[in-house]
Every structure is written in C-alpha cells, then in structure tokens.
C-alpha cells in the first residue's frame, strides 16, 4: 500500500517536472541558460537513486521515509533555482535594449580611455610630494648612459662594404667605350710598323710619318742630292739613268719647293738617320723600290695625319684627355693588343678587391701603377694609367644589413651602467622637480604609486554616454529601425577605429566604418556615428589632427553615398574616392598649419599618399566582408536586394516554371506595389524583392490555386469539396513559404512578406461555403478561427503596401475580364476607370475596418491615394486600343 502511494507521489511529482520543462522549453529559457542542463541531470540522477534505493530497501521504512524526503527537498531547491534563472533570462531578454546600450558604453569607455587604468600619481616634470628615501640598498641601471655608450659604440663599429655589382659593369662599360675610341683612332692611322723593320727602323718609320712637313720635304731633297752625288761618281751610262729621269718629276719638286729657304736638318738625329736608311735602301734595292717607299710613307703621312684630327677631335668631346698622340699612335699593332689585354685584367684585379668611397688619388695611382707593371709593356704604362684612372671610381658601397647586424652586436656587447643607490639615500626632495633618473629610481622601488583614473574615466564615460544618447535619439526619429543585432554591429565597427588607434596604427578603419554604415543603415546613423566618434577621438587619444580630420572626412563621404550606390562596382568607385578625399585632406591641413613646407615637405607628401592607399586598402576590406556581414546580421541593402531579385535566383527560376500562374500574378502585384512604394517614399528595392517571394509558398501545391489550373477543373470542387480542407491548403503556402524562404536563406526582412502579406484576412470563399453547409447541417460549427491566416498583420508601410496589391490585384483583373467590348457604346476607359477606383477604395476600407494595417504605419488619409495608383497603374497595363474593322470571309479568301 505505501508502495502504491510513493509510487504515485513520484508520478505527480514527475508530472509536475514534464509541465514544467515543456513550459520553459516552449520559452525558450532552457536553451538561455547554460546551467539549466546540469541542473536537469542532476534532477534525474535523483529521481534514479531514489527509486534504486526504494526498491532495493523495501522492508526499511525509516530509510524510505529518509529517502522521500530527500527526494523532495531536492526537487524543491532545483525548482527554486531554475525559476530564479528563469526569471533573470526574462529580465535580461526583455531589457536587452539596455544591456546592448551598457555593452557599448563600458567598451567605448574601455577602448578609448586605455591609457587612464595604470596612471602613475608622480610625472616627470611635476614637484615631489615628499622627500623620498631609498628603502634597501640597490643596483639601478642608467638607461640614458647605457643607451649613449652604445650608441657611440655602434657609430664606430666597422663598417661593412659590398662591390656594387652595377658600379662594375658601368666601369667596364667605359673601359670598353674608351679603348674602342683608340682602335677607331690607329685603324685611321693604319698599321705600325708600316714597313719591314730591317730594312727601315721603328724609330725612322714613327719619325718618318709623324715628323713636320718641312722636314719631310728637306729629308726628299737630301735623298735626291745623294742620288745626283751617285750620278756623277758612278758615270753611269745613259741607258742606266733612264729610270732616274723617270723618277725626277716626282722628286723634283720636292727640291725646288724648299730652294728659296733651305733649312740644315744635319744635327738632327732621326733625320740623319732616316736619310741614311733610306739611301741604303736605294743601293741594296733599286731606284724604283725607293720610289715605292717614299711613295708609300706619303700615305701613311696622310692617314698619320687624319688620325691626329680625329684625336684632337675626340679630345674636345671628352672632359678628360686620356690620349696622348705619341703614346697612342706610337705603339705597335702588338704592344697596343697586349696593352689592351693588361688594362682588362688590371682592372679587373681592382675591381675585385673594391674602390672605397674617399680613397687618396694618390693612393689609387699607385694601385694602377703596380698592377700595369705585370701586364702591360713599358711604353705604355703611362697611356694605360690614363685610360684606368679615367674610368676608375669607387665601386663599394655599405652593406645596410650587415653592418647594422655588427652595430647590434657591438652595441649588445657593451654591459649596461649600474648605479648604486644605497639605503636611506635621498631620491628626491620635497617640491623639488621629478627629474627622468628619479622618476627611474622611484619606479624600480615600486614608489610611483600607480593606480587607475577613475575620475577622468567617469569624465569619459559621461561624454560617451551622451554620444550614445544622441545616437538613440537619431535613432528613434529616423525611418529605420535597428535589432540588437544591429546595434551590436555598430558597437563593433565603431570600437574598430579606435581600437587600431589604441595599437598604434594611425591608419585605421574610418572607410570602412562609413562604408559598412551607409550600405547598411543608410547615411543618417552613418553620419550620426562618425560625428560623435570624431570629437571624441580627438579629446580622448593622443593622436594626430591631420590623420583624424583626413580619416572622418572619408567616412562621411562613404557614409553619405553608399546606400545610393546599386552594384558593387560602385561602391569599389568610391572606395578609390574615399582614398583620394582622405590623402587629399591630410595634405591641405598640413600645409595650413605650415608643416608642408621646408625640408619635412616630403615626409608631408609620403604621409598623405600613405593614408590614400589606406582608405583604399580599408575600402576593399570592407567590400570584401560586406556579403559575410549581411548574410550573418541578416542586413539587406539596396545591393543585396537587388541581388535577390534577379529572375534567375533558383527560387524564382522554379516559381515561374511550376506555377506560371502565380509568377504572372507577383509581377503584376510587384508593379502595383512598387508604383505605392515610390510615391509614399518607401523602399522600392525592398517592397519589389519582398514581392518576388510572397507567394513562393504556393509551390507546394500549385493546382490548389486557382491562377494556376489554367481553365482546368478546379480541385476544391471536384476532389476535396470540404472548405475546411480547402482552407488549410491555401493556409498552407504561408507556413511552406517560411519553410522554402529559410531553406534559401533569404533574409527576415524578406520572409516578413510571407506571413504579413495576408496578415490575419478570413478566407471568405471558403468561409462562405461552410456557413452555407452549416445551415443544411445543424451540426457544423463554423469557427472563423479555422478560415483566418495565422498572421502577424503587416508591421511595416512596406509589406502593408504588398498586402493592398494583393488584394487589389485579383479585383482589377475581374474587372478587367468583366468589361464590355470596346465596340459597345462606353468605352473601357470611361466605364472601368470609376468601376476600378470604387472596387479598389472598397477593398482598402475593408482591409482598414478589419484591422489589418493597424501596425504598419500607413495612415487612412493614404488609402484613396494608394487606390489611385493602382488603378493608373491598371490604366497603364491595359490602355486604349483601336478597334480594327471586321473582314468577310470571302474578301479575306480572295486576298489570299
């Protein structure tokens, strides 16, 4: 028997449990809670151990009775403490308005008045208190000493030097350049030695070619005067002085050109010596050889010649001369390769081992001289250190990383300075200045006396939480209405400005903040933001007026314009607007506050196109997470809408295949209500994207809507014949709507077009049918309820306008197929334009008598205004046309 009855306490109690968790399930509370799970578990561990116990102990009585009331003093304090978090969850649900508001305000407090928790009472500057002593003897470092003494040490740690590799090639360039200018020059002058040496010296051939023209002319008739001499001595016969006279006419006039002034050459080494040469010649030879030679030392006279101008020439181009007539022409064909080959590798020894920057001349000169000794010939050394030194220039420059690397080191090396403060010394005195070593000293024995501002934070927060005031207040008088979700995203784009700022990065988020807000909330709360944040910013945060004037003004251009914007393309224009506003501002205030000017000019220029490329980097940021931003706040801007109203969405594509009839109808009703929407200036984009998915419900069940049987039976006559079924069919495309609208993940502001289109009309076909059945049959009970969409009603202008078209869309189509032909008496236009308006006027007082558009936010006064739009819209869908006369048969047969 008393099993039986702690059988059934335990079944009530557990009643009891079940109503109760359904009831805070139904709510909501338990999922709210994350400590409700554990205080169900455990509940059922106690139930389980209890029952165990009951039954494994039945004899004991004492023990049940302990057992029970165990069990029920422990369903009570679990019963007491889910309903204590139950009543907090409730609390915090229903004013979550205020729990976003203190969010923001202690974050915005937290973020910008950073530097006021860990405030120290004595600053550096300021007179001491109090004489303050050292506590306990200490070694403290002088970090100003250490830093001064490594400092030095790294200015003069070595430097480390690299051959510039394009230093090189342009000397080698030069080198080249000027040795192809000395080849130019000999091939003018021809080859050297010009003649065979045995026969004619190389110092009488260079004398030869490059002595004056007197001379050459006096050597001539010294030639032809030893010929003559020879004449006479010889007694030569007349047939062996034939080929003399033949060569008198060219040497003759050689002598009588110098006779007036002859000139004695005899003193004159190389002449002696190349008149003598020559007339051996003439005797190991012959005449007529001599002749050859002479004739072929005039030639190279001449190319002798022609090269020295070109040399003169070439030394007039050139700043420096690095040829000298008789050292460049001199050489022969072989001392002048070899020579060439010296320079190359001389140089390239130099190069390599590297020119310094402020190297001695004389220093380099030496180089060059010992290392042309190896590799060129004597005679011309000195040409070949004309061409280096030309050309040679210092090839080694320092290696930034590797000498700050050794400056590092040297630096790290040096021991840091310690200075030894000893017990009961005196830091400071009293009212004498804290100098940077005291406050250094006082802050090594924890004696600054930190402590948190917390009077400048309440300051603070008094200011911030007027801008939040302001902000609600704007809010609540503009068109828009912002979630919690909302207001979360614009907590947390705007603690993004400063909170960059606050790490020390001056390039913050100011696009992208006036992006975001103005795509989203539209330019109102944009501006509303970035007016408050900006004195804020400036009173709050040590940082630099330019950079926070040229960030705002960027975030007011993008917050101003981009809900005008209808693509992404636009908005990414704007974003390269934004960069030029913002770099374009930095740069006019700095030049008014004169900082533009001097030798900080560049600097000034850097800075500015550096805060342009950020306002173009934090612009493609924000279009970058734009899409993630909307899809995870559930935003919808004119973007994202226009977006959703393509006809080639895969919802759409499927409304118009399997039910045509109902794609026709939205168009229809997403004209009548977008021509409402723009008169009364509500959201066109919305109201059209909204329509485009109202019906999709009907998908479902596309027969069981009549604009869909297309003539055909109509099923609820035919198959169902009972208006309580018919009317949970066409209930149904609401709830299968929402279910298709979240499967596609279109946003709420989307799926409140659904419901709210219909909001809670009767049915009234169907409704009608059951009042009749219920007057043939007593028995049936017609409960409006059961013919009445579940709702809401309308909550904004913009699905109250859609539910009007819905309902006046179907009346104007009837009326339209009412109408009489246009070739009776009254004209469509006459009769159906006061049929329409009337119709529709009926219509929208019926919707307004049932309380449909009590929440929506249209008034009374705009319901005749709205009727007339749809009728002129209706006008315009079916206007006017000419009635064409009508053809007999037979007339028509012998066009044919």
């Known amino acids: 028997m008393k099993i039986k009855q702690f059988l059934q306490f335990l079944t009530q109690q557990l009643t009891n449990w079940r109503r109760q968790y359904k009831g805070l399930r139904r709510k909501g509370k338990l999922m709210r809670s994350p400590k409700s799970k554990t205080h169900r578990r455990e509940l059922l561990r106690t139930v389980l151990k209890n029952i165990i116990l009951f039954l494994s102990k039945t004899n004991d009585k004492s023990e049940r009775r302990k057992q029970e009331r165990a069990l029920q003093s422990k369903t009570k304090s679990v019963k007491t403490k889910s309903t204590i978090y139950a009543v907090g969850l409730d609390w915090v649900h229903e004013q979550r308005s205020l729990v976003i508001l203190a969010i923001a305000l202690v974050s915005l407090t937290g973020v910008i008045g950073h530097k006021l928790y860990n405030q120290t009472q004595l600053q550096v500057g300021n007179p001491a208190p109090q004489t303050i002593t050292a506590p306990y003897t200490a070694s403290i470092e002088d970090q100003k000493k250490t830093e001064a003494e490594r400092k030095a040490v790294s200015q003069t740690s070595l430097q480390v030097l690299m051959v510039d590799a394009r230093m090189n090639q342009q000397i080698k360039e030069n080198l080249q350049q000027l040795l192809d200018n000395g080849n130019e020059i000999r091939a003018v002058a021809g080859a050297f030695p010009f003649f065979d040496p045995i026969v004619l010296s190389i110092s009488s051939q260079r004398y030869l070619r490059s002595c004056p023209e007197l001379e050459w002319q006096t050597l001539l008739v010294a030639v032809e005067n030893g010929r003559n001499q020879q004449k006479k001595g010889a007694g030569q016969t007349a047939a062996s002085s034939a080929p003399n006279q033949e060569r008198q006419p060219r040497t003759t006039p050689y002598a009588t050109e110098d006779k007036a002034k002859p000139v004695d050459f005899s003193q004159n080494t190389d002449f002696t010596q190349a008149v003598a040469e020559l007339e051996s010649y003439r005797v190991t030879t012959s005449e007529k050889n001599l002749s050859l030679l002479i004739a072929e030392i005039s030639q190279t006279r001449q190319r002798y010649t022609q090269a020295t101008a070109k040399l003169l020439q070439l030394e007039t181009i050139t700043p420096e001369a690095v040829y000298e007539e008789s050292l460049l022409l001199d050489l022969s064909n072989v001392e002048w390769e070899t020579t060439q080959m010296g320079i190359h590798q001389s140089a390239e020894r130099i190069l390599t081992q590297g020119i310094p920057q402020g190297l001695p001349k004389n220093i380099l000169q030496n180089a060059v001289s010992l290392?042309?000794?190896?590799?060129?010939?004597?005679?011309?050394?000195?040409?070949?250190?004309?061409?280096?030194?030309?050309?040679?220039?210092?090839?080694?420059?320092?290696?930034?990383?590797?000498?700050?690397?050794?400056?590092?080191?040297?630096?790290?090396?040096?021991?840091?300075?310690?200075?030894?403060?000893?017990?009961?010394?005196?830091?400071?005195?009293?009212?004498?200045?804290?100098?940077?070593?005291?406050?250094?000293?006082?802050?090594?024995?924890?004696?600054?006396?930190?402590?948190?501002?917390?009077?400048?934070?309440?300051?603070?927060?008094?200011?911030?939480?007027?801008?939040?005031?302001?902000?609600?207040?704007?809010?609540?008088?503009?068109?828009?209405?912002?979630?919690?979700?909302?207001?979360?995203?614009?907590?947390?784009?705007?603690?993004?400005?400063?909170?960059?700022?606050?790490?020390?990065?001056?390039?913050?988020?100011?696009?992208?903040?006036?992006?975001?807000?103005?795509?989203?909330?539209?330019?109102?709360?944009?501006?509303?933001?970035?007016?408050?944040?900006?004195?804020?910013?400036?009173?709050?945060?040590?940082?630099?007026?330019?950079?926070?004037?040229?960030?705002?003004?960027?975030?007011?251009?993008?917050?101003?314009?981009?809900?005008?914007?209808?693509?992404?393309?636009?908005?990414?224009?704007?974003?390269?607007?934004?960069?030029?506003?913002?770099?374009?501002?930095?740069?006019?205030?700095?030049?008014?506050?004169?900082?533009?000017?001097?030798?900080?000019?560049?600097?000034?220029?850097?800075?500015?196109?550096?805060?342009?490329?950020?306002?173009l980097g934090w612009s493609v940021v924000a279009l970058g997470l734009s899409p993630y931003l909307e899809k995870v706040f559930d935003l919808v801007t004119p973007i994202r809408l226009a977006e959703l109203s393509n006809p080639n969405r895969p919802l759409l594509k499927r409304l118009a295949t399997e039910t045509p009839g109902t794609f026709q109808h939205t168009l229809f009703v997403a004209t009548l209500a977008e021509a409402a929407a723009k008169q009364l200036g509500c959201n066109v984009e919305l109201v059209r994207a909204g329509t485009l998915y109202h019906d999709i419900g009907k998908m479902h069940d596309p027969l069981g809507f009549i604009e869909n049987q297309m003539g055909g039976p109509n099923k609820h006559d035919t198959e169902i014949k009972d208006p309580w079924k018919s009317a949970e069919i066409i209930k149904k495309h609401v709830t299968e709507g929402l279910v298709m609208a979240r499967k596609h993940l279109l946003p709420t502001a989307i799926q409140a077009f659904i419901p709210e289109h219909q909001g809670t009309m009767l049915i009234a076909y169907f409704h009608h049918q059951a009042q009749q059945m219920a007057q043939s049959d007593p028995s049936l009970i017609v409960d409006d309820a059961d013919f009445r969409y579940d709702g809401p009603i309308p909550q904004s202008r913009e699905t109250g306008i859609v539910m009007l078209a819905d309902s006046c869309e179907a009346a104007l189509r009837s009326l339209q197929a009412s109408a009489k032909p246009l070739g009776e008496k009254r004209s469509l236009k006459d009769v159906s334009t006061e049929q329409a308006l009337a119709m529709l006027n009926n219509i929208l007082r019926a919707k307004w008598q049932d309380n449909q558009l009590v929440d929506s936010g249209l008034k009374r006064e705009e319901m005749s205004q709205i009727a007339q739009i749809f009728v002129d819209v209706w006008q315009q869908f079916h206007h006017k046309r000419i009635a064409y006369p009508k053809l007999k048969a037979s007339s028509a047969v012998r066009n044919s």
């Open 371 to 615: 290392q042309l000794q190896s590799f060129v010939p004597e005679s011309a050394e000195s040409l070949a250190k004309n061409l280096l030194l030309a050309v040679l220039k210092p090839n080694l420059q320092r290696d930034e990383q590797q000498t700050k690397e050794n400056a590092q080191k040297a630096s790290a090396g040096v021991p840091p300075v310690m200075v030894k403060v000893r017990y009961g010394e005196v830091i400071v005195k009293k009212g004498a200045q804290i100098t940077a070593w005291n406050f250094k000293v006082l802050e090594h024995y924890h004696l600054v006396r930190r402590e948190v501002k917390w009077h400048e934070l309440v300051k603070l927060a008094g200011v911030i939480a007027i801008a939040i005031g302001i902000f609600v207040w704007v809010e609540r008088h503009v068109y828009y209405e912002l979630r919690q979700r909302d207001r979360l995203l614009v907590l947390l784009l705007t603690l993004s400005v400063p909170g960059l700022v606050t790490i020390g990065l001056p390039y913050t988020t100011w696009s992208a903040l006036g992006l975001l807000l103005g795509s989203f909330y539209g330019p109102t709360l944009g501006l509303t933001v970035v007016g408050l944040l900006l004195p804020i910013l400036a009173i709050s945060l040590d940082i630099s007026k330019a950079a926070l004037l040229a960030g705002a003004g960027g975030a007011i251009l993008g917050s101003y314009i981009a809900q005008r914007l209808r693509s992404r393309e636009e908005l990414a224009l704007l974003g390269v607007a934004i960069a030029l506003t913002q770099g374009s501002i930095y740069l006019v205030v700095k030049i008014l506050i004169g900082q533009a000017f001097g030798s900080t000019w560049y600097i000034v220029l850097r800075e500015a196109g550096l805060f342009a490329l950020s306002g």
